[in-house]
């Protein structure tokens, strides 16, 4: 009885603040039926926790490289060595791999005022989040994130593009021609969702001859984090419970970042 209370309770939440105004007729394919998919289907195996992150490997690709990431992790103390116990250090760009970005990334007055990946919301950083495939044929522009039809309200969405269909984060060679925001894209963004988490499945949001200027338009307004690198292979489309965690890594303008998502459900 109580959990059939707290179950309305959720679809009238999750209604009211990832639905709102959408029309279902235009909704994306991720959320068409209308209905608020929390995890009730069978086709949705309870209680999952999916890892968007990915594992940090010496072939995972890097910013502008082909070498790879190579070796980033050595035993500096082994117990063979006669030490008390095993000790790893590792030495790795804080931009590696799964990773999130912070404004002092690319704006030096905010890297001078300290808006490192400690003064990042936890609140953006976790919360509901939707999963969308963007169309295959194009970067994200303003028309691409017009079609997508992403209904106010929503604020995390992890973009799903052509990277994860072409392995890009499973190559050792860094490819300049991943799909990410052109600057327009990310101003139309800006201009008309309530999105403030941005999610993407290769090393950058912003696609490679629009870096600098679609970094600049995400984090002018230092309200808007930017979650790079992420692991969305064989994830339906939908709304999850997204959960992502940061290291402290004070004075630091970016992180690495283990994120999950959970199906929704209760208990
Ligand atoms: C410590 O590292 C050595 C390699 O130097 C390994 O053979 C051993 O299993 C490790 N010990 C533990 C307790 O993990
Ligand atoms: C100590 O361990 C490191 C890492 O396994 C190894 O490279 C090094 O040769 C060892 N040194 C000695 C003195 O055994
Ligand atoms: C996306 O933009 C990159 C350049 O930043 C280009 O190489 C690539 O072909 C574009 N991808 C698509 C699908 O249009």
């Not at 303003?142 to 984060?169: Q, S, Y």
């Not at 190559?171 to 991943?178: A, I, N, P, V």
């Not at 403030?196 to 950058?204: E, Q």
């Not at 992420?230 to 339906?236: G, P, S």
């Amino acid at each position: 009885m109580l959990m059939q209370s707290v179950y309305v309770l959720l679809i009238g939440l999750c209604y009211a603040s990832i639905f709102g105004i959408v029309s279902s007729s235009e909704a994306h394919p991720g959320y068409d039926s209308g209905k608020c998919d929390v995890g009730t289907s069978a086709s949705r195996d309870q209680g999952r926790i999916l890892d968007i992150s990915h594992a940090y490997r010496e072939d995972m690709p890097v910013w502008d490289s082909s070498e790879g990431l190579g070796h980033y992790l050595w035993l500096a103390g082994s117990m063979k060595n006669g030490s008390i116990a095993n000790n790893s250090e590792m030495k790795m760009g804080t931009h590696t791999g799964t990773h999130v970005d912070a404004p002092g990334h690319v704006f030096q007055e905010y890297y001078e005022a300290g808006f490192d990946v400690d003064t990042l919301d936890l609140k953006i950083l976790n919360g509901h989040a939707l999963l969308v495939d963007v169309p295959r044929d194009t970067n994200i522009t303003a028309k691409a994130m017009e079609g997508l039809n992403i209904p106010r309200g929503v604020h995390r969405v992890l973009f799903r593009t052509l990277n994860t269909d072409r392995h890009l984060m499973w190559r050792r060679e860094f490819d300049t021609s991943y799909v990410g925001f052109m600057k327009d894209g990310a101003q139309w963004l800006v201009d008309n969702t309530d999105i403030k988490f941005v999610g993407i499945d290769y090393l950058s949001v912003a696609a490679y001859d629009d870096l600098i200027p679609s970094h600049l338009v995400f984090l002018k307004s230092k309200e808007i984090i930017l979650v790079e690198g992420l692991k969305l292979d064989d994830i339906d489309p939908g709304v999850y419970s997204l959960h992502c965690l940061p290291l402290r890594l004070l004075g630091a303008e970016g992180s690495p970042i283990r994120c999950v998502l959970m199906d929704q459900i209760l208990m």
